[in-house]
């Protein structure tokens, strides 16, 4: 009994697939669930406090995603900031955007949470800064950072793995390269010239078209040559690696595709003739499954393509966000660092709730002896 | 009965508490005629080849100086002094008896498990005794011998692993290691004579290559050639010697199993001969497929190049061929994955109290993308 795994297989194997993977009807349901249960919190500790407007000033679920990518943003300048590598900027916003899929910004605002949502990212992506000095960078305290950190393990379910694009984009800049060379590998069900034909088949491709992102000019003879051929492709690599950097984390991409369909998308959007033309070559005309794949690569460029940075908030817009979430935000945690502290230490009716257990033990054994030999004759001793 | 050979019994003096073994106090020697009561340790010794008892002082004064006729009238077999031993049983009968059931059970030691059924098992035993019983009772002696001879050569290996797992029963775990260390070292020590016997074979050739390299003063080529010839010949001789050794002694046995008195046993189970193990398959049956790439010998990316020339790099043994597959992998994986479909396949399969929601959430949705 053979089993014969795919990569396909390999994807549907991870946490991020089974998790953190949503349709986007199913996304908008979650992130609706949250909301309305923050408003129903948010109720109740209105009428606690008997706070007039609390509850007429509460955020609506479009300003709270946008507070939530203006947070994502801020972490990509600040790890940018501590000169770490891409993948540590697309853990920690992928951790900001899950959390906050379970979480409510009233309840734990993202000015006291992406820091810690940083520090975590560094450590699972192993590139790991001290504690005290990733502090001192930031100028926060280490007790600040460290107390949330906790409830962003369980909002995560513990689950740490975020795949990513680059080493894929990577994969494809390989064989590209490959390919131009003439040096190619032989995909089973698809039909190619083989590897010279392949070669000048590549000589031949037109040129990138207006909206397509590579800073790749054709050479002004007109005859095309290897090396130009090479050039094109690194243009497009790094027009896509940039369109991975920022668009694809700042929208919901990883959410409602999977990464190998992001990447090609940030490649499509970059060259698209070169992008198709290589696709050709790796889906076999015939397969049924392959205008579905391109379809569901256009649907990820148009998300990638329709996004820009002026969607994203401004300094004011922030602080004007964050003033109003201020006097609506959930009281009970609003010190995180005293519930994180308290948390480690243990409660006090832990402590009462033992004492008293072993109280009623010794008094159980005391009656169990006087059942068995009677009461003792000089009245009760202790 | 026990198909086992027969424990050997204590020593009857012990029980008696008296030296000498089993006889009354006034058990006269047949040949000298001294007797117990004049000589208190007085012991009589036994040949298995006639059974005949005698004292040990005749065995020493007869049998001291060779193998001589036995003193005994009418009994004219030559004897041996060091084929005589100490009397188990009190009936002479009975120890002859026990010996010869002890030389067949060494021969027909076949157990009940090598059978199919016990009918086969018990017709075995049956025939065991019926060569027993013609042993024992004088009828058809010579005969009988030959027929265990003849089952004796064909069957010697089956003989000698039968005997074997009943001598390993009954050895002790650390008797067994002794056991196997002895035969490594003879094993050693038959390889290293081999290996001298090379050597010296090579060292004469290469002396014979330079003698004839003087005496012919031909090219050294050639002679070279002639000299691995020889030698190549020399090894194949010995090779081809020892096969036919081998073959004989198989054609002698098979000759010699094809008498009159040819043994055959019915209802042997057919022994299965267990297959070489399989090597250690570390996915158990689990494969995985490439189907979008092909992973090539060369990438000629220079982030590669450069790995692969990198000396920090490939000193701990790190494969760049490694991280082109997993780039390669990352590339595809996922790419037939489309997620809305199979997360909505996964809900509506999962959990049916979604569903509604689900269902209701498509009115309300939105159009955002941040």
């Not at chain 2, 019994?9 to 001294?34: F, H, L, Q, T």
């Not at chain 2, 010869?100 to 009940?112: G, P, S």
């Not at chain 2, 190549?232 to 004989?248: C, G, N, S, T, Y």
Request: with cysteine; hydrophobic share 35%; aromatic share 6%.
């Amino acid at each position: 009994m053979t089993q014969t795994l795919t990569e396909d297989d390999l994807y549907r194997a991870s946490t991020q697939f089974r998790l953190w993977s949503f349709s986007p009807e199913s996304l908008a349901v979650l992130r609706q669930k949250t909301h309305e249960l923050a408003r129903e919190r948010g109720r109740q500790y209105g009428s606690e406090n008997n706070d007039a407007d609390g509850m007429a000033d509460h955020l609506s679920k479009e300003e709270e995603l946008q507070l939530v990518q203006r947070y994502c943003e801020q972490i990509r300048t600040t790890s940018d900031h501590f000169k770490w590598p891409v993948q540590v900027k697309a853990t920690a916003v992928q951790y900001l955007r899950r959390f906050y899929l379970s979480n409510s910004v009233r309840t734990y605002p993202p000015k006291e949470v992406y820091k810690t949502v940083l520090f975590l990212a560094c450590k699972t992506e192993a590139t790991h800064m001290a504690l005290p000095e990733y502090a001192r960078r930031i100028s926060t305290a280490p007790e600040v950072i460290l107390a949330p950190e906790y409830k962003i393990m369980q909002a995560l379910r513990f689950t740490l793995d975020v795949r990513q694009p680059y080493r894929g984009l990577k994969g494809v800049l390989m064989e590209m390269l490959n390919m131009a060379q003439g040096m190619v590998g032989q995909v089973e069900g698809v039909e190619t010239k083989g590897a010279k034909q392949l070669q000048q088949d590549m000589l031949l491709l037109e040129q990138p078209g207006h909206h397509d992102r590579t800073p790749w000019k054709a050479p002004s003879s007109g005859k095309m040559e290897v090396k130009h051929i090479t050039d094109r492709i690194n243009a497009a690599y790094s027009a896509a690696k940039a369109l991975l950097d920022g668009p694809a984390l700042l929208t919901d991409v990883y959410f409602l595709y999977t990464s190998s369909q992001i990447l090609l998308a940030a490649l499509h959007l970059a060259d698209e003739p070169l992008t198709s033309f290589y696709l050709n070559t790796k889906l076999p005309l015939t397969s049924d499954l392959r205008p579905r794949i391109l379809g569901t690569i256009a649907a990820c460029a148009d998300i990638l393509q329709t996004f820009s940075t002026d969607q994203i908030l401004t300094k004011e817009g922030r602080d004007g966000l964050e003033a109003r979430l201020e006097k609506c935000r959930d009281p009970a945690t609003r010190d995180l660092v005293k519930a994180h502290a308290a948390a480690k230490r243990g409660s006090e009716s832990d402590e009462e709730e033992k004492i008293r257990k072993r109280k009623a033990a010794r008094e159980k054994h005391e009656r169990e002896g006087d059942d068995f030999f009677g009461p003792s004759i000089g009245g009760k001793k202790g | 009965m026990s198909r086992l050979a027969q424990p050997k019994a204590s020593p009857v003096s012990k029980r008696d508490g008296r030296i000498g073994g089993v006889g009354g106090p006034d058990e006269i020697c047949p040949v000298c005629k001294s007797s117990r009561y004049l000589n208190a340790s007085l012991r009589f010794l036994v040949n298995p080849e006639c059974y005949h008892k005698m004292c040990e002082s005749c065995v020493d004064r007869i049998f001291s100086h060779g193998p001589a006729p036995c003193p005994i009238p009418k009994c004219g077999r030559t004897l041996r002094k060091h084929r005589f031993r100490e009397q188990t049983f009190e009936d002479l009968r009975v120890e002859r008896e026990v010996d010869i059931r002890k030389k067949v059970a060494a021969v027909f030691n076949k157990r009940e498990e090598d059978f199919g059924s016990l009918r086969d098992y018990n017709d075995y035993l049956n025939d065991v005794e019926d060569i027993t019983f013609n042993l024992t009772e004088k009828i058809d002696v010579e005969q009988t011998e030959k027929r265990l001879e003849a089952y004796r050569q064909a069957n010697a290996r089956e003989i000698e692993d039968n005997m074997r797992t009943a001598a390993e029963e009954k050895q002790s775990f650390a008797q067994l290691q002794k056991l196997e260390r002895q035969q490594a070292r003879q094993r050693r020590e038959a390889a290293r004579r081999e290996e001298e016997e090379e050597r010296r074979e090579v060292e004469e050739n290469r002396k014979d290559v330079l003698s004839r390299l003087q005496a012919t003063g031909a090219d050294a080529e050639t002679v070279a050639k002639e000299g691995q010839r020889v030698q190549l010949r020399k090894r194949m001789d010995r090779q081809a010697a020892q096969d036919r050794q081998r073959q004989l002694q198989a054609a002698e046995d098979v000759r010699a199993g094809n008498g009159s008195s040819n043994f055959v046993i019915k209802g042997l189970k057919a022994k299965v001969k267990a297959e070489p193990e399989a090597p250690i398959d570390p996915f158990e049956n689990l494969r995985f497929a490439n189907t979008y790439y092909e992973l090539q010998d060369n990438y000629i990316w220079e982030g590669i190049q450069e790995a692969k020339k990198d000396v920090r790099q490939t000193a701990g043994g790190y494969d760049v061929g490694e991280f082109a597959r997993r780039s390669l992998v990352a590339a595809f994986s996922g790419l037939g994955v489309f997620v809305a479909d199979e997360v909505a396949e996964r809900d509506r399969v999962g959990q049916d109290g979604e569903v509604s929601t689900v269902r209701a959430a498509i009115g309300v949705r939105d159009m955002e993308t941040g």
